[in-house]
């Protein structure tokens, strides 16, 4: 199985800072790499895919970076909506999808 | 837009079945792939397995002995069963729609508002 890695596992930042999240692959998954945003009580909805793609209706403030084994998710410039807990998940290894531990993003 | 919609028992004894079925609204579900992601309370995300085509699955090795999962065109409906429940099957069940997208990535693009499920006698 492929092992995903996220960091940090919680976060607390300000309105209008930029964030940065890091997932890392147990093995290159190329750009098969997905990021899903859950706000609290709901179901995740799909941000990021293939490492760097916008899915249609996410806001351009939201980022992917990577390939290989190292992906970021940036957030430009954080608002208070963005409270949510973060996940990876890894589509290269089909159909054995895993994903992150998650990462926890708290307002100050 | 497709919507999903999951139902079942919220509470099922130790041992026993868990059965959940999700119904698929504005949308055909010959088509694409149709899965089950649970989430323990406070927890990450699992993926169970999918079903797609009436009869084909995959399944998480993890559970594969426990897991079955099938699909009714009629409805539009697909359907999850695990046997021989324990605690630790206690959690979110959500049902989601994967599909490769134009890009040539699998992605989850669409998921119910999940159901929650205890195992307890």
């Known amino acids: 199985d492929i092992q995903m890695t996220q960091s940090p596992s919680s976060l607390s930042a300000s309105v209008g800072d930029r964030v940065t999240i890091t997932c890392r692959a147990s093995?290159?998954?190329?750009?098969?790499l997905n990021w899903y945003q859950q706000k609290p009580g709901k179901a995740p909805k799909l941000l990021i895919y293939?490492?760097?793609s916008l899915q249609s209706g996410v806001p351009s403030r939201f980022s992917g970076s990577g390939s290989g084994t190292d992906f970021t998710l940036t957030i430009s410039r954080l608002q208070p909506e963005d409270l949510a807990t973060y996940y990876c998940?890894?589509?290269?290894?089909?159909?054995?999808?895993?994903f992150g531990q998650g990462t926890k993003l708290e307002i100050k | 837009q497709v919507q999903l919609q999951e139902s079942g028992p919220g509470l099922v004894k130790p041992s026993e079945t868990l059965s959940l079925t999700c119904t698929v609204s504005?949308?055909?579900?010959?088509?694409?792939?149709w899965n089950w992601i649970r989430q323990p309370a406070g927890k990450g995300l699992e993926w169970i397995g999918r079903?797609?085509?009436?009869?084909?699955?995959n399944y998480n090795p993890s559970l594969k002995s426990r897991v079955s999962m099938s699909l009714d065109t009629s409805k539009n409906q697909f359907s999850l069963n695990l046997t021989s429940v324990t605690a630790a099957d206690t959690a979110m069940y959500y049902c989601?729609?994967?599909?490769?997208?134009?890009?040539?990535?699998?992605?989850?693009?669409?998921w119910g508002q999940g159901t929650r499920v205890t195992v307890s006698s």
């Open positions: 989601v729609r994967s599909r490769l997208n134009s890009w040539g990535v699998w992605i989850f693009d669409s």
């Open positions: 504005s949308g055909s579900i010959s088509r694409d792939y």
């Open positions: 079903v797609y085509s009436t009869t084909n699955t």
């Open positions: 093995q290159n998954i190329n750009i098969y």
């Open positions: 293939g490492a760097s």
């Open positions: 998940q890894q589509s290269y290894s089909i159909p054995l999808y895993t």
